[in-house]
């Protein structure tokens, strides 16, 4: 939710934000902590939160970046790809994306126009990768089949509270194919932080001497080939998130939160 949260297309009234000097300044210090994944898409802002990106990376060695931004379907034709990227270039002041997703499997866009143009993207050297959002199990191999170039992520909501998506199946699939899972919402938008009502998730927090974010994060993140995308413009946050590296929830523990069902 940098850089406003509706999406400007959609003819809903468009929140104008004020807060652009305050995410650029978030984005900046949480590359000097080491940070160096930024994920963002089109959709965001309409493509505000890909130039507020643009200005926090100004100055920080590129090659120290790993940029992932995402199509959504208003370009999801294949000959509107390539024109799409190089303007969320332009935004991003940079010349090539580490990370290119298909933001969602639009029922209404046929798989083989993304996946085609996203290659094109790829072949044009305007991105280093390929990956999707949003896609169940059969939607990944559909467009494993339709692409020549793999499919690196898959970015799902995942968190202890929601599981639905990364089920155990798709967990599975991905470790056998060299899949990254991204999660996004990892900490369920505060309800694994200041918001947080489940007992386990208090008692373990408690346990580790560690926030429930900590945990949240740390959970995630001791699975194989997941890796988790916690947004914050807060320097305290950005702080607290990043000390959830450094310490391993014992299986028992692992499990516990596993078990805890989802909230909807
Ligand atoms: N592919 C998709 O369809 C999709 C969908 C949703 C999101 N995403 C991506 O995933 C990213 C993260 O997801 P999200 O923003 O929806 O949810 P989230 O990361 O689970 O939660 C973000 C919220 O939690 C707060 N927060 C962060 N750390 C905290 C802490 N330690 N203590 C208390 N509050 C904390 C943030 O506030 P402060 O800023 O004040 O810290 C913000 O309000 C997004 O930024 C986006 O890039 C992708």
Redesign the pocket.
Known sequence: ??GGDIYRESKTTFAIYDNDAREIEAIKYSISKGQNHI???YM?GAGHTEELVGEAIKGTDRDKLFIAD?LWKCHARRNSVIPAVKEMLRRLQTDYIDMLYI??PWEEEPMEEYIKGINDAMDAGLTKSLAV??FTVEQLKKAIAISKHPIIAN?L?Y?ILYKTDANDEMIKFCQSNAIMIVA???????LL??EVEDKTVVEIAEKYKK?P?QIAINWLITQDNVVA??????KE?ID??LKALDFELEPEDFEKLKQIPDIE
Not at 229 to 234: A, D, G, L, T, V
């Open positions: 939710m940098m994920d963002t898409a965001y995402k933001h969602a959002s949003n970015q909501r968190n996004y919402r990892p900490i369920e938008r505060k932080a200041d926030t974010a995308i916690p947004k914050s413009s807060s946050h607290e998130n």
